[in-house]
């Protein structure tokens, strides 16, 4: 427990890297993952990754937030276990409800202050924002300032990803039946990221999985220009592990990296991105 007693809280979708979560006492509430034989799974407690891939062949099923009680209890556990205030931070709350639903629920609990922070992202870059708000606490950032600074953060980082299959997205509803169309007929591979408000757009369209590749690292080493120092983010699936080229490969164009952030991909997330994909993202430092 940090000497200042606050605790930090947040949901599966921000893919924050599990040993680090260990370590430091983050809270993971999981995202719930739905088949159509009715059975409801904990994102990572009840199923994995693994066990997702295993049956998207013949079930792509769905995911919903967690429940107003699980939210609930993880805050009130938190308050148990001595911590006397706490951060939430989530994904984007245009892509989930999970940001109203823990705002909801913090007006519930009594005696415990909790700051929430919608990162208007998801995946490895949500997983930083969660980073970051460990190290404030930790350096004695005062509690009424958590909230701004993250925010402010989470406006700063961004993320990039591209599957080689469209279907996932597209059946889960990211993604329109026009983008759909032309990237399973013309092999256009858009890099997703998400805007200002939090919602999934195409930030290029490209020919091609290793040009989509290299159009991200291209996207990331534009946004490391406008800081002194930055923090870069690599997510891959189990399919396209691609750790150590992808790595080699920034650090060649962004010369200004302190830290690089390895994680796999939540179960929940993998059902909407599929076996293969390649994610990036970027945090000033």
């Known amino acids: 427990m940090n000497d200042q007693r606050i605790a930090v809280l947040t949901d599966s979708g921000t893919n924050t890297p599990l040993d680090f979560a260990h370590e430091h006492d983050v809270r993971i509430v999981p995202l719930l993952i739905n ?8 994102s990572g407690e009840d199923i994995s990754t693994a066990e ?17 009680q699980m939210i609930k209890s993880a805050i009130e556990q938190a308050r148990d276990d001595g911590y006397q205030r706490g951060v939430f931070v ?14 909801m629920m913090a007006r519930m609990v009594d005696d415990f202050e909790l700051a ?4 208007k992202s998801i995946g490895v870059v949500a997983g930083m924002v969660v980073m970051r708000a460990v190290d404030m606490i930790e350096q004695g950032i005062p509690f009424g300032e958590l909230k701004t600074r993250l925010d402010d953060l989470a406006d700063k980082s961004h993320v990039y990803f591209v599957t080689k299959t469209l279907d996932y997205l597209y059946k889960g509803g990211r993604i329109n039946q026009l983008t759909y169309r032309l990237g399973s007929v013309l092999n256009i591979k858009p890099i997703i990221t998400c805007d200002e408000e939090g919602r999934y757009v195409v930030a290029r369209k490209t020919r091609g999985w290793e040009r989509a590749i290299a159009t991200q690292i291209k996207l990331i080493k534009e946004h490391a220009e406008q800081f002194d120092r930055v923090r870069v983010g690599i997510c891959c699936t189990e399919a396209s592990n691609l750790f150590d080229e992808l790595e080699e490969a920034v650090r060649a164009q962004v010369h200004n990296i302190c830290e690089v952030v390895r994680s796999g991909l939540t179960a ?11 994610g990036l993202g970027i945090q000033p430092a």
């Not at 997702?52 to 107003?68: G, Y």
């Not at 989530?90 to 705002?103: E, M, P």
């Open 35 to 42: 088949y159509k034989d009715g059975i409801t799974y904990r």
């Open 52 to 68: 997702v891939v295993a049956r998207l062949d013949e079930e792509i099923p769905t995911t919903s937030l967690p429940t107003p």
């Open 90 to 103: 989530t994904i984007s709350s245009t892509l989930s409800a999970t940001y109203q639903t823990v705002k």
């Open 116 to 119: 929430v922070c919608d990162t």
């Open 268 to 278: 929940d997330l993998i059902v909407h991105t599929g076996p293969e994909m390649v």
